[in-house]
């Protein structure tokens, strides 16, 4: 598959979320989607991510944004990590990595001289027509939410 690009359709979805029920594309269409691929819960840059985008939560809101972060781990391991840090956000469950490929942000990583396949932290703006907007690839977590929440805004 080509990797996906700004102006592009976003590949369709459907996954289990933190909240008990199912979460796709489809069902967010008109609205701004912010899809944010994160590697593993309650680590520490993903646990700074997921607050920097719970803080500011009510402004994402505002500009008619869903914020959904989108990792490997189990919906109960995401209803463990949104409790103990009171997130804000919806938190989906690819357990077997199906969408994080759709998206392109299963990739080889490197650590201690070892690589690995991981998940890429990235973030894609889709807008109200279901089109990516911007994608963010190989996220630093400082000032992202706010770099994110600037670029939504721009889309009202």
Not at 65 to 88: C, E, M, R, T, Y
Not at 147 to 152: G, H, I, K, Q, R
Request: glycine fraction near 8%; charged fraction near 25%; proline fraction near 3%.
């Amino acid at each position: 598959m080509s990797e996906l690009a700004t102006g592009m359709a976003a590949p369709e979805f459907n996954l289990p979320t933190d909240e008990g029920g199912e979460i796709s594309l489809s069902q967010l269409k008109g609205k701004i989607v912010v899809l944010y691929f994160y590697p593993k819960d309650d680590t520490p840059g993903c646990t700074t991510e997921a607050i920097d985008f719970s803080s500011r939560i009510a402004d994402f809101e505002a500009s008619d944004a869903v914020v959904v972060g989108i990792s490997k781990d189990s919906v109960k391991k995401h209803q463990n990590f949104k409790a103990k840090h009171d997130l804000k956000v919806i938190l989906a469950s690819d357990p077997e990595g199906e969408m994080i490929e759709r998206y392109g942000v299963w990739v080889e990583k490197a650590m201690y001289g070892r690589t690995y396949m991981g998940i890429e932290r990235a973030t894609f703006l889709i807008g109200r027509d279901g089109t990516i907007r911007h994608i963010w690839r190989a996220v630093k977590v400082k000032n992202h939410a706010e770099t994110v929440l600037a670029a939504v805004q721009t889309l009202q």
